[in-house]
């Protein structure tokens, strides 16, 4: 465009305008959209989170109560309140998942079985990390269990592989459940896998776990050496 005159110079961009302005103007137009599209999903983002953190504090200093004391009927339903908002609002983060967890730890404390089973099965329905999967499906079983319907407990036991980190609450879980279905074989194999499986360090689970051994070992061994109907009748 060197060689060409000034007013050569002018009509050649004013024919590339007129060929190419409408996509320079709408390129412009989306650039500055996206970027005004971005910065307020972020601050949308931001907002949400901000929310969730405020109700789910709101809910920690609500369930917070001195120990020994019960929670009140009035905290109660503030409570169930706070974390129908966090279910239905955050369901996607970890503050509506821990809402729910914590509300079916309250409802057990409570004996209300049913809302327990139902907080823990919304948590597996959000399919949510795998160690909180994991926990949920162990505290489930458990619910369950405590309802009387010990094969479903089992069932909900086995859905899934148990990580590590969890064989052996896993184990204790299934071992509880065989016990109280009388298969006292099956109960003491659970629980010294249990007790394979536990880390060193937990030596409160250890005594614990060991206890229930011992609480079922006596009753197979007095079994077997229960003298037969022969060795009576001699």
């Known amino acids: 465009m060197s060689d060409l005159t000034e007013e050569e110079q002018l009509e050649a961009l004013k024919r590339w305008w007129k060929e190419n302005g409408k996509w320079v103007v709408t390129a412009v ?9 971005w910065t307020t999903y972020q601050d949308q983002q931001l907002a949400k989170a901000t929310s969730g953190s405020a109700l789910y ?18 905290a109660r339903a503030e ?12 369901a996607d983060s970890a503050y509506g998942i821990n809402a729910a967890l914590i509300h079916a730890g309250q409802a057990v404390k409570d004996g209300d079985l049913e809302t327990a089973e139902s907080e823990l ?3 597996l329905d959000q399919q949510p990390s795998e160690e909180t999967r994991q926990l949920a499906q162990v505290r ?3 619910v369950i269990a405590a309802q009387g319907e010990l094969d479903d407990a089992l069932a909900a036991l086995e859905a899934g592989n148990p ?13 509880d459940i065989l016990s109280q279905q009388g298969n006292t074989d099956g109960a003491i194999e659970a629980y010294q896998s249990a007790l394979e499986s536990l880390d060193m360090q937990q030596q409160n ?30």
């Open 29 to 37: 137009v989306v650039a500055v959209g996206g970027y005004f599209g």
């Open 140 to 142: 489930l079983a458990r």
């Open 79 to 90: 409570v169930a309140e706070l974390v129908s908002q966090l279910k239905e609002n955050h």
């Open 163 to 175: 990580s590590k980190a969890m064989q052996a609450e896993y184990a204790e879980v299934r071992g």
């Open 121 to 123: 099965r919304w948590v």
């Open 57 to 74: 504090s709101e809910l920690l200093d609500t369930l917070r109560v001195q120990s020994g004391e019960a929670i009140s009927d009035e």
């Open 205 to 234: 689970r250890q005594r614990l776990l060991q206890m229930k051994l011992d609480n079922l070992q006596p009753a197979t061994a007095n079994d077997s050496e229960a003298p037969g109907p022969e060795e009576n009748a001699s």
